[in-house]
């Protein structure tokens, strides 16, 4: 009998350790240089556009990695820009894309949480997977798409 048991708890634990091993994940994550070289790209960008904005970046979880007010930024936009961040990185998609069907035949979509309907948000890519994103506000809404791409794209 306690062969029996003995063979059975054996058993049991190379089966959990195997389920174990399988269970996990590595995850990329942005560093403070990362964070300062995504702010700083969306800043170059905004200057070549003559905008004024607030540029956040953001880790996969949608929580404040960094952020820059660059002068004269509309004090309103710090927060839109941490949003719109936010929500491409929590939803993996341009905030843009949002916008185009909330005003097209989902308007419905806003009701998902968190999300914003105007462009700006982009999501920042490592090896095809989300690891953040970055929010531009400030100025006219087909620049702070620009700015928010620009930054994301100078990761990759």
Do not use: W
Not at 59 to 72: E, T
Not at 75 to 91: E, F, N, P, Q
Not at 125 to 148: D, F, K, M, T
Request: net charge positive; charged share 15%.
């Amino acid at each position: 009998m306690k062969k029996h048991c003995l063979a059975l708890l054996l058993g049991a634990s190379t089966l959990f350790a195997a389920v174990s091993a399988n269970a996990t994940m590595t995850q990329t994550v942005l560093s403070s240089s990362d964070t300062d070289k995504l702010i700083n790209a969306a800043i170059d960008k905004a200057h070549s556009l003559n905008a004024n904005v607030c540029v956040a970046v953001v880790a996969q979880s949608g929580l404040l990695l960094n952020f820059k007010r660059m002068d004269n930024a509309p004090v309103g936009c710090i927060d839109a820009s941490i949003l719109k961040a936010r929500a491409a990185a929590l939803y993996r998609t341009p905030t843009d894309k949002y916008m185009d069907r909330a005003n097209g035949k989902e308007p419905a979509i806003m009701t998902l949480p968190g999300e914003v309907p105007l462009g700006g948000g982009s999501p920042v890519e490592y090896q095809g997977h989300v690891i953040g994103a970055v929010g531009a506000s400030g100025s006219l809404n087909p620049n702070e798409i620009a700015i928010a791409k620009a930054s994301a794209d100078s990761f990759k």
